[in-house]
């Protein structure tokens, strides 16, 4: 059970900085002693900390959902011929910054939460559908072969065998698109959406050092959070598929 | 029973299989030999349906399998390849209760049926039933392959160059096995091979394949009697013919009775003959005494034995 420590470690400070950070107002105070206001009032961190997750959630989600059922649907016998394309756009998509994206999605979704969700989506769905076609293509033949061979349906070949030995390098996929989607969820706060990003936006705009610190210090926490969490999940078990 | 009726199979523009026509009865020991790409292991795949016929007919007990479904005709038939495609991420047991798991056999038969195996296999369950495929040597993992590929007892039992991959020693322990479980069990096997040294050891009947066609079928005895052709001749190895007809022949089949004193060198009644000369010629002898395997004194081969010709 040790190897839930650390997201448990980080879960618990992150919990601590959202709901008693008026504790750490000496050392705000140390960071920036001109300041007439140190703690951030204009929502509580731990509703922020919920709309981030949230928008993260929505993005992240959409994102697994639609990267990984592409990446079955393209390596079937059936969508192979779709299977170039989608190594391309998985390759070059991620080419495309997110602040790019929101700027294009304002004109046409609007302001708040709603674009903020479709840019990490868009750059979210990159890492994942990679790693499932790289997890799903790197499935032994002879094991393909032999499951076939031996009566498996298709269904049951993907779901007994495919899914489980592909599952390391999808979750790495999936853990590389959510540490990517909470660090950049913080720009939804420059086209109207709430999330962590609005202390660090406030703060850059008055030139309030403390902040911008609860803000980073929040986002940081969030993302070693989940990223260990998926350490955790993907470390060794019972025993290392594959 | 297996029929091929002039099946062929089309890749492209290519012809792997070419109207090819043969029957293999119950029970029997088919190998199918001949160099790369002469589309035996195209043949092979065509009885479970991995590949499909261009043309022609299959019947397995007289049914067309195109008209079967695919994976209840799978079901029937066991399936064992070079690299075993066993599952990285189950366990030995596991691996072996798939096609059983598959047919819905009760939990209890399942276990039972892959002690069984484990047991014919000659790998205790204690040690191996929990193991992962990475944990076994290459021999110990075809094992397991062709105890997953009887798992169902199936009528059939396909086999693409299972033991191609495996040292020498390993190579011949697994055929020796493989002869020994089919004498108790009586499987109709198919075994595809480029080793036309494992094709003599294990067939009933060896098929040659050149360009999708038959070239030539027998028993391996008939075969290096009478080579049809060049290539048949060239596969069987030329000068060693005469050496590879000798392995065929055991020498309790060829020796004179008991008389006089034995000889000092001895050799096991199940021995071929092949392998006495070879004894002859590093100990500087023409004479061995066979013993059987309790040890008796049952006869003598000699040196001219060799040369005559068989009389049975």
Not at chain 2, 139 to 150: C, D, H, I, S, T
Request: aromatic content about 4%; hydrophobic content about 45%.
């Amino acid at each position: 059970m040790r190897r839930w420590l650390p997201p448990l470690l980080w879960l618990a400070l992150l919990l601590g900085a959202s709901f008693a950070m008026e504790r750490l107002e000496p050392l705000l105070r140390w960071l920036d002693p001109d300041s007439r206001q140190l703690l951030y009032q204009r929502a509580s961190l731990a509703a922020l900390l919920g709309r981030h997750l949230l928008i993260v959630a929505c993005a992240g989600g959409l994102a697994v959902l639609l990267g990984v059922t592409a990446g079955i649907l393209v390596t079937r016998s059936w969508g192979r011929d779709f299977l170039p394309l989608a190594s391309q756009v998985a390759s070059i998509g991620q080419t495309f910054p997110p602040v790019a994206v929101l700027a294009l999605s304002v004109p046409l979704l609007g302001f708040g939460a709603l674009p903020t969700i479709v840019a990490l989506l868009l750059y979210g769905l990159l890492p994942v559908l990679r790693n499932s076609l790289a997890g799903l293509q790197g499935v032994p033949p002879a094991v393909l072969e032999a499951a076939r061979g031996m009566g498996m349906s298709p269904l049951r070949v993907l779901w007994q065998v495919e899914l489980p030995l592909a599952r390391p390098v999808i979750l790495a996929g999936v853990r590389t698109c959510l540490t990517l989607s909470i660090a950049t969820a913080a720009l939804g706060s420059t086209v109207g959406a709430s999330t962590l990003g609005d202390p660090l936006i406030a703060g850059l705009v008055n030139g309030n050092n403390a902040y911008l610190l609860q803000g980073a210090l929040l986002i940081g926490l969030l993302a070693l959070c989940v990223d260990s969490l998926f350490g955790a999940l993907s470390g060794p078990g019972p025993r290392p598929p594959g | 029973m297996i029929e091929l009726d002039r099946v062929s199979r089309r890749f492209g523009g290519v012809t792997a299989v070419d109207e090819l026509s043969l029957r293999i009865a119950s029970g029997e020991f088919c190998v199918l030999v001949g160099p790369s790409g002469c589309g035996k292991s195209t043949t092979l795949r065509m009885i479970n349906r991995l590949v499909a016929c261009s043309s022609g007919q299959i019947r397995i007990d007289g049914q067309d399998i195109a008209t079967l479904d695919e994976r209840l005709l799978r079901l029937r038939i066991g399936y064992a390849i070079q690299n075993t495609g066993l599952f990285p991420h189950w366990t030995v047991a596991r691996n072996i209760a798939l096609v059983p798991q598959l047919l819905g056999w009760p939990r209890a038969r399942i276990e039972a049926r892959v002690g069984e195996l484990l047991a014919l296999l000659e790998l205790p369950a204690a040690e191996f039933a929990d193991k992962y495929p990475d944990q076994l040597s290459g021999g110990q993992a075809q094992r397991v392959g062709v105890a997953r590929a009887l798992a169902g007892d199936p009528e059939i039992l396909l086999m693409d160059e299972p033991f191609g991959a495996l040292d020498p020693i390993t190579r011949d322990n697994l055929q020796n096995e493989l002869l020994r479980i089919q004498s108790q069990i009586r499987k109709t096997i198919v075994f595809v091979t480029h080793d036309i040294d494992e094709a003599l050891k294990l067939a009933e009947r060896i098929v040659v394949m050149e360009h999708g066609r038959i070239v030539q079928h027998g028993s391996p005895q008939q075969l290096l009697d009478r080579p049809a052709n060049a290539l048949v001749e060239q596969l069987l190895g030329q000068s060693e013919r005469g050496l590879k007809r000798a392995g065929l022949r055991r020498v309790e089949t060829l020796m004179r009775p008991p008389s006089g004193e034995p000889p000092a060198q001895t050799i096991a009644a199940t021995a071929s003959l092949r392998q006495a000369l070879s004894h002859m010629l590093s100990q500087h002898c023409e004479r061995l005494a066979v013993r059987d395997t309790a040890g008796r004194w049952v006869g003598v081969v000699h040196l001219l034995d060799a040369v005559r010709e068989e009389t049975d």
